[in-house]
C-alpha cells in the first residue's frame, strides 16, 4: 500500500531518505517504524510503500486502517549517506531485495524526471507476483538510458531465460567485458552501488559485488531486518 501523506512545512528531502512513523493508541501506548521516502521531492507530498507485516503493530494500521484525513507523527527526512543526489555525475547500479526497492524507487523516478547517468535496476523477488511498482517499473524501463532487471528467486514467470533462484554474479554482471554490453550502466565507469533489502540479501550482494571487483567505498548498503516493538 502506497500512502501520500501532505506534511505542512515539509523540508524537502533527497531520494533514498526515509522518515520515522509515529502512531499513539488511546491508551498511550506508542510505537514508532521507518519507513523509505518511495518519491522524490514533490512540494509538501511524500509517498511511503507500507508492506503489511503478519501480526505487525504498525504496519496493518498504515495500510488497512488509515483514512483520508487522519493525522500521522512523522521525523525526518533522515539520512544522509544512502542517498542519489542528481549532481552526481557517475552512473549507478541499484540493487534491490524485495521490499528494499522503495528507497531505490525514488531514485529511478527521480533519474527519469531531471535526467542524468545511466542506471540499472537489479530486483530480486521471489515470483511475478511478488514485484512492488510492476507498472511503474514497465514505464521506467522504456525512458533512455534506464535498465531494470528481474531476478526471480522461487517461481520464474513461463518463458523467461532465467531459471528461478538466488541472486548470483551473473545477474550483476561484471565491472568490464561482458557485464558491460548487457546493460546502459558503463560499470568499467565505476557506478555507485546501492543495495537494500533484509539483512542477509544485502550482505550476499554487496560480497558479490567487491567479488566482481566494485570498490567498497561505492557500496552503499541500507538493511532492514524483522519489527519489534
Known amino acids: 500500500m502506497t500512502l501520500v501523506l501532505g506534511v505542512d512545512g515539509w523540508p524537502g528531502h533527497l531520494p533514498g531518505q526515509h522518515v520515522d512513523v509515529r502512531l499513539t493508541a488511546a491508551d498511550g501506548y506508542t510505537a514508532t517504524r521507518s519507513y523509505s521516502l518511495a518519491a522524490p521531492q514533490d512540494g509538501d507530498r511524500i509517498e511511503l510503500t507500507v508492506q503489511r507485516v503478519p501480526d505487525g503493530e504498525v504496519s496493518p494500521f498504515l495500510a488497512d486502517g488509515l483514512a483520508v484525513g487522519d493525522?500521522?507523527?512523522?521525523?525526518?527526512?533522515?539520512?544522509?549517506?544512502?542517498?542519489?543526489?542528481?549532481?552526481?555525475?557517475?552512473?549507478?547500479?541499484?540493487?534491490?531485495?524485495?521490499?528494499?526497492?522503495?528507497?531505490?524507487?525514488?531514485?529511478?523516478?527521480?533519474?527519469a524526471a531531471v535526467g542524468g547517468p545511466p542506471f540499472r535496476l537489479v530486483y530480486s523477488v521471489r515470483?511475478?507476483?511478488?514485484?512492488?511498482?510492476?507498472?511503474?517499473?514497465?514505464?521506467?524501463?522504456?525512458?533512455?538510458?534506464?535498465?531494470?532487471?528481474?531476478?526471480?528467486?522461487?517461481?520464474?514467470?513461463?518463458g523467461e531465460d532465467r531459471p528461478a533462484g538466488r541472486l548470483g554474479a551473473e545477474d550483476l554482471g561484471a565491472p568490464s567485458g561482458e557485464g558491460a554490453d548487457r546493460s546502459p550502466v558503463p560499470l568499467v565507469e565505476e557506478p555507485t552501488c546501492y543495495v537494500c533489502g533484509p539483512t542477509g540479501f544485502v550482505e550476499a550482494a554487496a560480497n558479490l559485488l567487491v567479488d566482481l571487483g566494485h570498490a567498497p567505498d561505492r557500496i552503499r548498503t541500507e538493511r532492514f531486518g524483522p519489527s519489534g516493538p
Open 71 to 111: 493525522t500521522v507523527r512523522l521525523r525526518g527526512p533522515v539520512g544522509g549517506w544512502f542517498v542519489w543526489r542528481p549532481a552526481q555525475p557517475e552512473p549507478v547500479l541499484l540493487v534491490a531485495g524485495g521490499s528494499g526497492v522503495v528507497p531505490l524507487m525514488a531514485m529511478l523516478r527521480a533519474r
Open 127 to 158: 515470483s511475478a507476483e511478488d514485484v512492488l511498482y510492476r507498472e511503474r517499473l514497465t514505464a521506467l524501463a522504456a525512458v533512455p538510458g534506464i535498465d531494470v532487471r528481474l531476478v526471480h528467486t522461487r517461481k520464474a514467470p513461463e
